[in-house]
């Protein structure tokens, strides 16, 4: 049988979820503008204004917590006599948060946000997107803190973890897909952080400056595809500076770009903390959230007092109100509220440990090393706190199941966010995991606090399995690119004692491997969430075929980075909050790199990575061929792949841009992630986002006429073969 053809749409549109994502409760766009509209004609300002500010739902000083409401992250009243629900709000991106335990309840853990983009299927970020929101619906809310998609322009980045890799087409199409399966359960998500927002030292005063051209075809584009794809009910704005304006109040941002030329219909919620001004109002920010972390509650009477006296800013209220409205309509907030029930932890486990055996990406394997052979008598496991659970990323979307964390270590003091920055492990042990995978074996393990005892007993052992753990937090960076407490020396000591050592590692973002020579294998297993033990036993013994492929660099080291060095680490006081002295300002170039973000990066300084991105091994072969892009309005590429291994996996087609009528270039183009039984052939049609062969410019994307060069890839280096097409030009913008 020759290979059969599955047209592959660019949100994975063949799909059953991507289909079903699209009918949920809510209204159609049209029903829920008439009805937003028809709400809002009958408010006073009094009741406007009352949608336009919340608290952080939380025991925080003399703050009043409605009765009934969900701790959370927010509460904003509804309006009773109209029928307008209140909104409840809750953290985050993977899952429904923890807040150090304050509800007295646990919910499930999806594993980080790099882990999800490393298994590059929007399917599956459906899936998991429609399994948290049903928790977050079954706990009183009906607002999910969720979609963040932000570039990760610098792997040191604190919050790096929670976002889905450094391509905006990838992360697009990722963020996209997770925002419409948590609305498909009647829950409101977010998209966030609106723009910019790849560090965390002095996140409240850091400046990012970019020509605004490179802005549009790197971050904005993510941001772009994933509203979209998505439609979210929401967009939270950032707590930085985009060329010299806070992002919350931000006019070129918000009214210019995201209201007005791509027309979102939604409302701009501000992130906690993060609105200076009534002013803010008028340059796009529809709600202000969290208000007692703010100077003042500037969307409250202040905001009621200007629109009384000045038509500007009645005219504001009102398209404040409307927007809000409108996706509560459309989302179906109002048809299906949100009522306490119990959650499904079995359907929730099952949900994270497939994402997270999807997810871990096998980044070395000598003499195929793994799978582990079940015939080994003596395994030692080393460190991580793999005898207690896997790491989990801190800040506000540290998620826990019933119980709490296994382990949690005091990392910082930092007022009422402490809590939020303890370095957690889920309870999911790895070494059980391994044990119960392995009855025949004496598993022993060891804590890895010393180089020397672990090398020792790396002697006697058949194998070793060592966990290397890079704990990562919102509010502050890593410093740089090593795994921290001494533990390089330890995976070095254990790898020059036995060559069947096998590393798992448990990190935000990726780190240097200066010991990547004395081990045999390297799994790069995230923070695996829930079920991560189970997930990763499962590849280590070949239960599951590892299949993801990295969603960043791994930069060999620090010295490759558009910024060696850390950008504020000398001058700014680590802080959860990141406030910093009044006046205090830290302006961050990124104009070095522009739109040339990770991998176009390396690909422009001629620089080879430790890892590049889309890399990633199989316990199989494939065979990747038959590269064809066709031109006109819709171009697509098309291109076959061949399972020519012994056992069923997945693998990721990816189709990158290598030259234009300009010259050289690099991006992804096209990628498609496919399942195949051994010997089993598909060919897939992907479509081509115009704007990935454009450039942006004065009068919007131009597509220059000429000549384009494309590339069928294993990952963002090793690229297989070529075709060129010739494109007409073409130049269009946005309506006004």
């Not at 029928?83 to 899952?95: F, K």
């Not at 998609?149 to 790096?160: H, Y």
């Not at 690909?603 to 890892?611: G, M, V």
Request: with cysteine; charged share 20%; aromatic share 8%.
């Amino acid at each position: 049988m020759g290979p059969w053809l599955c047209r592959v749409a660019l949100f994975a549109a063949c799909s059953p979820l991507a289909v079903a994502s699209q009918a949920h409760a809510g209204d159609t766009n049209n029903d829920a503008d008439r009805r937003a509209a028809t709400t809002e004609a009958a408010m006073t300002n009094e009741e406007r204004v009352t949608l336009l500010n919340g608290i952080l739902a939380m025991p925080l000083g003399d703050t009043k917590i409605p009765e009934g409401a969900p701790l959370g992250a927010g509460y904003i009243p509804g309006i009773e006599r109209l029928g307008v629900p209140a909104l409840t709000e809750t953290d985050a991106s993977l899952g429904v948060s923890y807040i150090g335990g304050l509800r007295g309840d646990g919910a499930t853990a999806l594993p980080s946000g790099m882990a999800m983009g490393s298994t590059w299927s929007p399917e599956l970020m459906q899936k998991g997107g429609a399994q948290i929101a049903g928790e977050a619906h079954a706990k009183g809310f009906n607002v999910l803190l969720a979609g963040g998609i932000n570039l990760v322009r610098d792997p040191r980045g604190g919050r790096a973890f929670e976002y889905l890799g450094e391509d905006p087409l990838h992360s697009g199409l990722l963020g996209g897909a997770a925002v419409a399966g948590i609305q498909s359960r009647s829950v409101i998500s977010t998209i966030k952080h609106f723009v910019l927002n790849p560090t965390e030292i002095g996140r409240q005063f850091h400046n990012g400056i970019i020509d605004e051209g490179a802005l549009r075809m790197s971050d904005l584009l993510a941001f772009e595809i994933a509203i979209e794809k998505g439609q979210p009910g929401s967009v939270m704005c950032a707590y930085n500076k985009v060329n010299g304006a806070q992002a919350c109040g931000n006019d070129r941002m918000l009214n210019g770009i995201l209201k007005g030329d791509w027309g979102y219909k939604g409302w701009v919620m501000s992130d906690w903390g993060s609105v200076r001004a009534t002013d803010f109002a008028l340059t796009g920010l529809d709600q202000q959230s969290g208000s007692q972390l703010d100077g003042a509650v500037f969307f409250g009477q202040p905001l009621l007092d200007a629109a009384n006296r000045d038509k500007r800013y009645q005219r504001r209220i009102a398209d404040m109100s409307r927007r809000i409205l409108r996706s509560i309509y459309a989302v179906g907030v109002d048809r299906n509220p949100p009522r306490k029930a119990p959650i499904d932890t079995a359907a929730g486990a099952a949900v994270a440990q497939e994402i997270a055996e999807k997810g871990i990406v096998l980044l070395q394997n000598r003499s195929n090393i793994l799978p582990l052979a079940a015939t080994a008598k003596r395994i030692l496991v080393v460190g991580g706190y793999a005898d207690s659970g896997v790491l989990s990323g801190a800040g506000s979307s540290q998620t826990q199941g019933e119980g709490g964390p296994a382990v949690s270590l005091p990392t910082m003091k930092d007022g009422v966010f402490s809590a939020l920055m303890a370095q957690n492990y889920h309870r999911s042990s790895p070494l059980d995991a391994i044990r119960a995978r392995a009855p025949q074996a004496e598993v022993v393990f060891r804590d890895g606090r010393y180089p020397a005892e672990a090398a020792l007993a790396a002697k006697n052992a058949d194998l070793v399995i060592v966990f290397g753990t890079q704990w990562m937090t919102e509010g502050l960076d890593v410093p740089d690119l090593s795994l921290p407490q001494g533990q390089d020396a330890v995976i070095a000591a254990v790898g020059k004692a036995n060559p069947n050592t096998v590393v798992v590692l448990e990190t935000g973002g990726p780190v240097a491997m200066p010991w990547k020579d004395d081990v045999g294998a390297i799994v790069e297993a995230w923070y695996p969430g829930a079920r991560g033990g189970e997930a990763i036993a499962a590849v280590l013994f070949g239960d599951v075929n590892p299949s993801g492929r990295l969603p960043v660099t791994f930069p060999a080291s620090v010295a490759q980075l558009p910024r060696p060095a850390l950008p504020g680490a000398e001058t700014v006081e680590p802080s959860f909050a990141g406030h910093g002295k009044p006046g205090q300002t830290l302006d961050i170039d990124y104009d070095v790199e522009g739109a040339d973000v990770g991998y176009r990066w390396f690909a422009r300084k001629d620089e080879k990575p430790l890892y590049p991105f889309g890399y990633g091994l199989s316990y199989t072969s494939f065979e990747r061929s038959g590269l064809a892009v066709s031109g006109g309005a819709s171009p697509t590429a098309s291109f076959t792949i061949r399972n020519s291994g012994a056992r069923g996996g997945a693998d990721v087609g990816q189709v990158y841009l290598i030259e234009t009528p300009k010259g050289k270039a690099r991006r992804l183009a096209a990628f498609a992630r496919v399942e195949l039984k051994p010997g089993e052939a598909r060919t897939l049609d992907v479509p081509i986002d115009p704007r990935l062969l454009a450039e942006w410019g004065p009068k919007g994307w131009t597509i220059a006429p000429g000549t384009y060069r494309f590339a069928l890839g294993a990952s963002a280096e090793e690229l297989i073969e070529e075709t060129a097409v010739t494109l007409a030009g073409k130049t269009w913008g946005y309506r006004k």
